[in-house]
């Protein structure tokens, strides 16, 4: 025995046979075929096994190279059989869960998750703001009677101030509020006389006009109110500045600039800038003090309390804060703006 050249001739076979049966398990389109490949190459009376029988014919010094050699061919075949095996496994179940209804494992599609329309947030920041300060938030309709939207706020019939908000007139004679200075009164009257009142009313108003990009025929107001005992101009401007620094962060300055609302006297506007700038002045809102004639009509006593009144554009604030340069895109609705908040 101990043909000696034996040994290399067998090496050679062995790996040329482990080249071959890799080959072929490369090659094997189904399951079926690799099992085949196991039941020949792979089998006891296999090729490859063979080989293991026949090393006891070999020379001693090459018996335990060669048998090594052997294993290792059997293991890279069976790891090969084995990942073969694997990928025809995973196939099929992917093949057998494609057409079910629902597959728990399947992650989940992203819904965009909602947020805050931009006059939403300001509104928001605006009641913390004044909450804080001991206001409270109120409510009022927004289809109003003549009396609430005109005649109780000193703006009687056929007076020229009905003409500085063009209105929505209903066929009922009611309107589509043009302001939020109606819950003012709606506010007095809930109070019954009882001071402090101090009430803040955001909401939507309504006006006939022609649209452009500051102008809106549906836009949002923040009505203020504070009426208690010697309530004057200087509580006015001390609350409305110190609102103002919290909202827009810093300290701003502001300053009242004469004008006619007929609810208010005296009545102003305001305008702001960051305190101890020479910025330009933006104007913010009007405001006043509440007139007696409106005081006595929200049934109180216009010789024992006084207050100041103040309404704002939220549309205005949105934009300033968020750099927005068309009033109309605020209720358009149209999500490739609505997504930028
Ligand atoms: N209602 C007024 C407007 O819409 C604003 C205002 C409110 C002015 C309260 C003074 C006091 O223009």
Redesign the pocket.
């Known amino acids: 025995m101990g043909d000696v050249g034996a040994g290399p001739g067998m090496k050679q076979r062995l790996q040329t046979l482990t080249r071959e049966v890799l080959e072929r398990i490369d090659a094997a389109g189904s399951e079926e075929a690799l099992e085949a490949i196991e039941r020949t190459d792979l089998a006891r009376k296999g090729e490859l096994l063979g080989m293991m029988r026949g090393i006891k014919d070999l020379p001693a010094e090459e018996r335990s190279a060669f048998g090594q050699a052997v294993n290792e061919a059997r293991a890279t075949l069976e790891a090969a059989l084995g990942s073969k095996r694997e990928a025809f496994l995973s196939a099929r179940h992917a093949a057998e869960t494609a057409d079910t209804r629902f597959d728990p494992s399947e992650p989940s599609i992203a819904v965009g998750g909602g947020h805050l329309h931009p006059i939403t947030r300001v509104r928001r920041e605006i009641e913390a703001i004044f909450m804080g300060l001991g206001f409270s938030v109120v409510d009022g309709p927004e289809v109003e009677t003549e009396r609430f939207n005109f005649d109780l706020l000193n703006i009687p019939s056929h007076h020229p101030a009905r003409d ?2 063009d209105t929505m007139w209903l066929e009922s004679g009611q309107v589509m509020r ?4 109606p819950v ?1 009164l709606r506010a007095m009257m809930r109070a019954n006389g009882k001071v402090p009142l101090r009430v803040i009313a955001p909401g939507r ?1 309504f006006r006939n006009e022609q649209q452009d990009a500051t102008h809106e025929h549906t836009f949002h ?1 923040v ?2 109110l504070m009426i208690d005992e010697g309530v004057s101009v200087a509580d006015l401007k001390g609350v409305l500045t110190l609102v103002l620094s919290r909202l827009f962060g810093g300290t701003v300055e502001v300053r009242l600039r004469p004008h006619y ?1 007929p ?2 006297e005296p ?1 102003f506007e305001l305008d702001m800038r960051r305190a101890g700038s020479d910025d330009t002045w933006l104007e913010m ?4 003090m509440v007139h007696p004639e409106v005081l006595k009509g929200g049934g109180m006593d216009p010789t024992r309390v006084s207050g100041f ?3 704002m554009g939220l549309e205005r604030l949105a934009m300033m804060r968020y750099g927005i340069e068309d009033v109309r895109w605020m209720m358009s609705g149209d999500p490739r703006f609505l997504q930028q908040f």
């Open positions: 500085m908000q043009t302001h939020t200075s003012q108003v107001q009505e203020g609302f609810f208010v009545g809102l009007g405001c006043g009144a103040f309404g």
